[in-house]
C-alpha cells in the first residue's frame, strides 16, 4: 500500500550517522513484549538504539486484553527514560486487525453461510459474533460455539462436537529438555504462595516428646523463627498429651499433626503452607 524508495532504508547500526529529526525507526514492541525491540530500547539494553529525551515514541496500538500491564510497563521505562509517550491519544494512528461488526456482518450477508463457526477470541467474543451471524440470518440451531480443546466435525448435512482433545499449558525443564509434569508444577507454585513447614518428632509410647525440629521456610521473617517453633512446638505438646489412647500410632500422629498445623497456621499467618510431618513412635 505505501510504496518508499529503497535509498530511504537505513540500518540499525547507522542511527547514530543522521540528525535526530531525519530518523523514523518502525519497531515491534507495541503490546510490551519483553524480547521486542521497543522493550530493549526502553530498558536501554539495544545494541544500537538509545531513547533520549528529544526522542518521540508513538505507540500505534491498543493494549490486548491481559496485556495492560506490559503495555505499561513499557510506557513507564519510556517516560523514565524522558522520551515524549503518544499512547491512544489520537484514533488516527491505531488501525485494527480486526473486522469491524458492521464488516462482519457483510461477509455474513455475502456467503450466506448454512453453519457458523465463530474461533476468534475469547468465548465473550464468539458469544457476541454469533448473536450478529443470527441478526444476518444464521439459524441458531446451525451455530456452535467452541472452546479449547474441542473437535468439530463439519460435512453438508451437519456440524457437531466430536470430542475434546487434550489442550493447555506445557512446561518444559530448560536444562535437561523434559516436560514437567502438571502435578510438580502445582507443587511449586503452592510452595512459591505458602511456603513449607516440617516437623520431625521423636514421641514415645509413653506420650513424652523426646525430640523435635520444626522448620518453616517462605512462612515467617528469620527474626519471628524462633517464636515460630516455640508456639508449634506448644501445639505438638497439646496434641500429643490429648491425642485418643487407640491408634497412638506415628500415621494417625501425623494425619493430626496435619490437620492442627494447617488450622492454626492460618489463623497465625492466613497461609495454608505445605505441611510436611514426620513421626515417630518409640
Not at 73 to 96: C, M, P, W
Not at 195 to 223: F, N, Q
Amino acid at each position: 500500500y505505501i510504496e518508499l524508495p529503497q535509498n530511504i532504508f537505513i540500518e540499525a547500526h547507522e542511527v547514530a550517522k543522521y540528525p535526530d529529526e531525519e530518523v523514523l525507526i518502525v519497531t515491534t514492541g507495541s503490546q510490551g513484549e519483553t524480547m521486542s525491540a521497543l522493550y530493549r530500547m526502553a530498558t536501554d539494553e539495544h545494541r544500537h538504539i538509545k531513547i533520549k529525551p528529544s526522542d518521540m515514541v508513538i505507540i500505534s496500538a491498543k493494549a490486548i486484553p491481559g496485556n495492560e500491564g506490559s503495555v505499561s510497563t513499557v510506557l513507564n521505562f519510556l517516560l523514565k527514560a524522558g522520551a515524549r509517550v503518544a499512547y491512544q491519544d489520537f484514533s488516527e494512528i491505531h488501525v485494527s486487525g480486526h473486522a469491524a461488526q458492521e464488516e462482519q456482518k457483510l461477509m455474513l450477508r455475502l456467503i450466506k453461510p448454512k453453519f457458523f463457526l465463530p474461533v476468534h477470541g475469547e468465548y465473550n467474543h464468539i458469544a457476541k459474533h454469533k448473536q450478529t451471524a443470527i441478526a444476518c440470518g444464521v439459524l441458531e440451531k446451525n451455530i456452535y460455539l467452541m472452546e479449547d480443546g474441542d473437535q468439530i466435525e463439519v460435512n453438508p448435512n451437519y456440524m457437531k462436537k466430536v470430542r475434546s482433545v487434550k489442550n493447555g499449558k506445557t512446561f518444559i525443564d530448560n536444562q535437561i529438555n523434559r516436560q514437567i509434569e502438571n502435578d510438580v508444577v502445582l507443587d511449586r507454585q503452592a510452595l512459591a504462595s505458602d511456603g513449607i513447614v516440617i516437623i520431625s518428632a521423636k514421641i514415645s509410647k509413653e506420650r513424652k516428646i523426646l525430640e523435635t525440629k520444626i522448620s518453616s521456610y517462605g512462612l515467617v521473617a528469620d527474626k519471628e523463627d524462633k517464636g515460630f517453633e516455640k508456639e508449634m512446638n506448644e501445639t505438638l505438646e497439646f496434641m500429643v498429651k490429648n491425642f485418643k489412647a487407640e491408634g497412638f500410632n506415628a500415621k494417625n500422629l501425623e494425619n493430626e499433626v496435619h490437620t492442627l498445623f494447617k488450622r492454626h497456621i492460618f489463623k497465625k499467618v492466613k497461609k495454608y503452607p505445605t505441611i510436611v510431618p514426620m513421626i515417630y513412635v518409640v
